[in-house]
């Protein structure tokens, strides 16, 4: 049997993602000798032609060059799988969504004509169809793990799709909004880091981007009863996963007549 | 001489660093008329979209600049924020975020050592090449990457983007004994440390080097990390609040990253080797002695053996770290109160790739009303750019792909961050 090949691509993003795989300190020589590490310019020199069976890919898309590349990618590669927050749901950067981007270029760039960019930071499910999505910011090593070992064998990924409730549960955590009032996402939050946030006293921030079907009016209700006003509400579904859907929904519940983030 | 005296040379897609970029070079009547870094990392707007964010907001969503060095942001905006409002936080707090940053320089130089720099000392194209003839290097290396990210685990909460930092400290207070299981892995780690300079030292270093400024922070009496007064090696030194008057960024067309030269000066340098120069005489007696024997002498001003300086620097971390860890007492609170004022705050910290600053402006509601970052890639493009121009005029009768090769090794010798510096690389030599 042919050993399958490997890619890892990047868009708009921080690295955090790909660093994963670097991550599996004791896995990642298995990995390398089970699948060709054939596309990782992070990590090797050595660029092998497409097509590729496995393509992990960081980042959103923010240029119309990389609107054209993600199209190249998706034609080499067998199985698509998008890796994090910014390649889910545009990331942080997509912020600029909710905001006037040619005045953003003026408030960084001195020369905003040297700038070339998109209004809008989308996910790459936006541009072609992906196979798999594996959410976070960043990612977990062991989900990541369990994406690669699935795709290998040819089964479906078991990532849980309920909230890091369940997850807080799981690990023995005390509630941090019941015990003490602390603004937490964690109901409407796509489970996956192990209910990190809780464990260290603290609410969730909601980095692994929505459950499915989170209850919006009750999440609002409760953050709200925690004393956080609207702006508040709203900025806590404006950050890594702003473009999500279910958290742009969130937002507009929490200041309906909105049209602007600040 | 068979070459010709025109061409351009490009380098796509530098592999090995982190990010992305591309080197163009132009060659005119044999001799190096340009060379420019491009880094096309597309723009995030971080700088924009902090206004309006609360200022408890920065350590959370600055650390997604960079997935490799987090904790240099969060490091930098808790001491900005901070200073804006006018507090302190105690000396045990200011050590714990100290043993954090411990954590991220060995986590970030080990993977700069081991899997993105020694491929090219060694002939390989990547160390999953180097391992399937040593493996045992390789392992090293992902052990002592791993004892680092056992560090920000347990400090942050995350190996990358951590959890556990607030402005005014941190949300938890790691237990003793959990100190202790830490302190177990970092003395295996020292050994392994030691083991890595060894071996760097035996590497073969191209005799070239540069007389460039250097700028580091400084804190007398300790190798500065997360905090100390900008200081260069040309006599220069200023407070973090004065960043802005000495370094003056410049946007150049065909990169998203701003250039600095300090005002008044010109080009500079920080990094790895600039601490190394203005701080040597504060390592640790172990990790002097290290570097002792490595052969790094008094300065270094030879780009490639930055390696050195970077496994030196590890094994200062690893000696730090359990120095902190031996006479850590969970700090109760383990947080300071931040209560916002109106007011400007800057921060600047070592990051792994050298000084990061951070200021922010506040208003009397806590909403940030402006953000200014300036990270350390930026910093170095102009002298990394100045370097590759003395290095290719040198290298002219290569070949376009031994040529192309040689520069991607001369630029990963600056380890540039390439997402964090957007604000690089396909290489090109336009030989005409």
Redesign the interface.
């Known amino acids: 049997m042919d050993v399958p090949t490997l890619a890892v691509w ?11 795989l ?2 599996c ?2 896995e ?2 298995a990995i ?1 000798g089970r699948v060709k ?1 054939a596309r990782f ?7 092998q032609p497409g097509p590729y069976d496995v393509s992990l890919v960081e980042g959103s898309i ?2 119309a060059d ?1 609107a054209e590349r993600i199209r190249q990618v998706r034609e080499m590669s067998r199985t698509l799988v998008t890796i994090g927050a910014c390649a889910t749901a545009g ?3 997509a ?2 969504n909710f ?1 006037d ?1 040619g ?3 003026s ?5 905003p004509d ?2 070339s ?1 998109l209004a809008t ?1 989308t996910p790459i499910a936006a541009h072609v169809d992906v196979d798999f999505e594996l959410h976070g ?2 990612i977990d ?1 062991r989900q990541l793990l369990e994406v690669i070992t699935a795709l290998l064998v040819g089964r479906k990924p078991n990532i849980p799709a309920h909230s890091v409730c369940f997850e807080c549960k799981q690990r023995g955590n005390v509630c941090v909004v019941v015990a003490h009032g602390t603004p937490c996402l964690g109901p409407v939050t796509h489970a996956g ?1 192990g209910a ?2 809780p ?4 609410g969730c ?1 909601g ?1 692994f981007g929505p459950m499915e079907t989170p209850n919006a009016g009750a999440q609002v209700g409760l953050l709200r009863a925690t004393g956080m006003d609207e702006a ?1 509400v709203v ?1 806590a579904f404006r ?2 996963n702003s473009g999500a859907p279910a958290f742009i929904e969130l937002s507009q519940v929490a200041r309906p007549h909105e049209r602007r ?2 | 001489m068979t070459h010709r005296n025109d061409r351009t040379l490009a380098v796509r897609a530098i592999a090995r660093v982190e990010g992305e970029g591309a080197m163009h070079v132009r060659v005119r009547g044999g001799a190096v008329e340009d060379v420019r870094l491009e880094i096309y990392e597309p723009p995030r707007f971080f700088e924009a979209f902090l206004r309006g964010r609360r200022h408890t907001e920065p350590p959370d969503i600055t650390a997604r600049i960079c997935g490799i060095c987090p904790v240099a942001y969060q490091m930098s905006a808790c001491l900005a924020i901070e200073a804006a409002c006018g507090i302190e936080v105690t000396e045990p707090i200011a050590d714990l975020r100290r043993l954090l940053y411990c954590g991220e320089w060995i986590e970030s130089h080990a993977l700069h050592i081991h899997l993105l720099h020694a491929p090219d000392f060694l002939g390989y194209t990547s160390a999953l090449a180097l391992a399937e003839d040593r493996r045992d290097l390789v392992e090293r290396g992902l052990a002592l990457k791993k004892a680092g990210n056992a560090i920000m685990e347990l400090v942050g909460g995350r190996a990358i983007h951590p959890v556990n930092v607030r402005v005014g400290g941190f949300y938890r207070a790691p237990a003793r004994p959990e100190m202790a299981a830490l302190a177990e892995k970092l003395r295996v780690a020292l050994d392994q440390a030691l083991d890595t300079v060894r071996w760097a030292s035996g590497f073969e270093f191209p005799d070239f080097h540069h007389d460039h400024e250097m700028l580091a922070l400084v804190t007398p009496g300790q190798y500065a990390i997360d905090r100390g007064t900008p200081t260069s090696t040309g006599g220069l030194a200023f407070a973090p609040a004065e960043f802005e008057e000495h370094v003056i960024e410049e946007h150049v067309p065909h990169s998203t990253a701003l250039h600095a030269r300090l005002a008044g000066r010109g080009r500079y340098l920080t990094g790895p080797a600039a601490r190394y120069n203005l701080s040597r005489q504060w390592l640790s007696p172990v990790a002097r002695q290290a570097a002792d024997e490595a052969g790094l002498g008094a300065e270094c001003r030879n780009p490639y053996r930055s390696i050195l300086v970077r496994a030196v620097e590890v094994v200062y971390a690893v000696d730090e770290a359990l120095r902190l860890i031996g006479q850590y007492e969970p700090p109760a609170p383990c947080y300071v109160d931040v209560p916002p004022q109106a007011g400007v705050g800057h921060g600047a910290t070592e990051a792994p790739r050298g000084v990061l600053f951070h200021r922010y402006a506040i208003d009397a509601d806590g909403l940030i009303t402006s953000a200014r970052i300036v990270p350390p890639t930026s910093q170095n493009q102009a002298s990394i750019e100045d370097d590759l121009r003395r290095f290719v005029a040198g290298r002219l009768d290569l070949d376009d792909q031994q040529l192309t090769w040689q520069c991607e090794q001369a630029i990963r010798n600056y380890d540039p961050c390439i997402s964090c510096a957007t604000h690089f690389l396909d290489l090109t030599v336009d030989r005409a």
């Open positions: 990047k868009f708009a993003s921080c690295d955090g993602c790909q660093l994963t670097l991550d300190e004791d990642l020589l390398a590490i310019t992070e990590a090797s020199s050595e660029v923010t240029t990389d990331g942080v950067q912020l600029r905001a981007v005045e953003f270029t408030v960084v760039y001195a020369r040297y700038i960019t930071s910011c960043p090593r880091c990190l946030c464990a260290h006293h603290r921030y980095c508040d900025r950050t890594f983030s600040e």
